[in-house]
């Protein structure tokens, strides 16, 4: 034999045992979703480079160092999606969306792909399940796509989950914060440890999260950007936990919540699960008022989030599924395969799921492959046509008519 391939770093097959739990994941979703009226959008696997560059921003990690990028035959640029939003953004604006009534609400799942060191809840591959709401600045439409998500979580009993919030305010707003808190950081650089005086410039938010004792008495004192939040922008926020609060939906203010993307605007939140260890945040998400516009659609606020399927997967320790039949077919003798072959046919119509065998096993050898498989009972064809049913658990076994097999495992 040569020597085989295994699946590329960082990715990986979903087999059998471990397909149930997925599919459970996207049922879930897919129920709440059409039950809040969300419809269905699919697109491409990869998209323009520029799509990714202008939507998510040239300076994030994704687009720096995370895309799988490549020229294709004919010279374009082209981008596996990191992500759903930009794309769902560039959709909006191609098929004219700002005309139907607003908002647009949308969900998807499906393949991502980013280029980040792999580890646990890690992947360069991964799934996400989401949900857009695009064309509504209302901050009731902030609570219902948190509270969607929520649901979800709470539906699939993802333990432990705690609901980060922050606001980021405007861009304007922003900027002008970030000077306040690189002028802060300047004027006590000394007590600051290394790492964090490096990013003062780069990432003055870094700093937030630091151990470091000097550093974080420096930041106990450091101005936040939600006391720095413009009138409108405080407003809108401080309407969005009041309807949190009316839900009864629980989150933890968080000041110096970031996210990853470029596109984020006012409202942003975070799922975490305190059970997995450095990759906590099982989906989150946020406002993105700006990005419609910016990829050349009509000025469009919207709102929404995405979860990892993985690493809901891995905060549920799911386990791989046991195999399960109702019924196996044996025979006792090879002439009798024909006769497997249309009663199992026979059984199926009925709604039975049932297995035979193919691989010329020995009737011992079907009985093993049959309590294998979880069958609950085995049909046994004999040579002289007779047939006899056998409770896999107990072991009974009792002679049936061979025409009336269907009625007795129905009765
Ligand atoms: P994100 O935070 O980059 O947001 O990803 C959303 C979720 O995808 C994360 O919370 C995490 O569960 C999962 N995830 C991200 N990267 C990986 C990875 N390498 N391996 C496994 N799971 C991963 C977005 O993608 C935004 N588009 C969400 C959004 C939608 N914001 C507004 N609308």
Not at 294 to 305: F, R, Y
Request: hydrophobic share 35%.
């Amino acid at each position: 034999m040569s020597k085989g391939f295994k699946a590329p770093r960082g990715t990986f097959d979903v087999l059998p045992a471990q397909a149930a739990a997925r599919a459970r994941i996207e049922d879930t979703a897919k129920a709440i979703f059409a039950r809040a009226g969300y419809g269905r959008i699919e697109t491409p696997a990869f998209e323009d480079t520029e799509l990714f560059e202008r939507g998510v921003g040239r300076s994030t990690d994704i687009v720096q160092k995370e895309m799988f990028s490549f020229e294709d035959k004919g010279g374009r640029r082209i981008t596996l999606r990191p992500e759903g939003t930009a794309p769902i953004c560039r959709a909006y604006v191609e098929h004219g969306m700002h005309k139907l009534a607003q908002p647009v609400k949308l969900h998807y799942s499906g393949p991502f792909f980013r280029h980040e060191r792999p580890q646990a809840g890690r992947h360069r591959q991964f799934h996400q399940v989401g949900a857009e709401a695009i064309g509504t600045d209302s901050p009731l439409a902030d609570a219902e796509s948190i509270a969607l998500l929520h649901e979800l979580l709470t539906e699939l009993g993802v333990p432990g989950v705690e609901l980060r919030l922050g606001s980021l305010g405007s861009p304007d707003a922003r900027r002008e914060y970030l000077e306040e808190l690189r002028a802060h950081l300047r004027a006590r650089e000394g007590d600051l440890s290394e790492e964090v005086r490096e990013r003062i410039d780069a990432n003055p938010l870094r700093a937030f999260d630091s151990d470091h004792e000097g550093t974080r008495a420096v930041m106990e004192e450091a101005p936040t950007l939600l006391d720095r939040l413009d009138d409108a922008d405080a407003e809108h926020f401080a309407e969005v936990r009041s309807l949190l609060d009316g839900a009864g939906i629980e989150y933890r203010l968080d000041p110096t919540l970031v996210r990853g993307l470029d596109y984020y605007t006012r409202t942003i939140f975070s799922f975490v699960c305190e059970r997995l260890g450095a990759q906590s945040e099982v989906g989150g998400g946020g406002r993105y008022d700006g990005l419609v516009e910016q990829l050349g659609g009509p000025p469009t606020p919207a709102i929404g989030w995405a979860a990892g399927i993985e690493r809901i997967l891995l905060s549920l320790e799911e386990e791989d599924e046991e195999a399960h039949r109702d019924v196996f077919v044996a025979v006792a003798d090879d002439s009798e395969r024909r006769r497997a072959l249309a009663l199992v046919g026979e059984l199926r119509r009925a709604g039975f799921s049932t297995e035979l065998d193919l691989a010329g096993r020995s009737l011992k050898g079907q009985l093993k492959q049959a309590d294998r498989l979880g069958a609950g009972r085995t049909v046994i064809l004999d040579a002289d046509g007779a047939a006899q049913l056998r409770d896999m658990s107990s072991g009974e076994q009792r002679p049936v008519e061979p025409g009336r097999v269907l009625e007795e495992l129905s009765g």
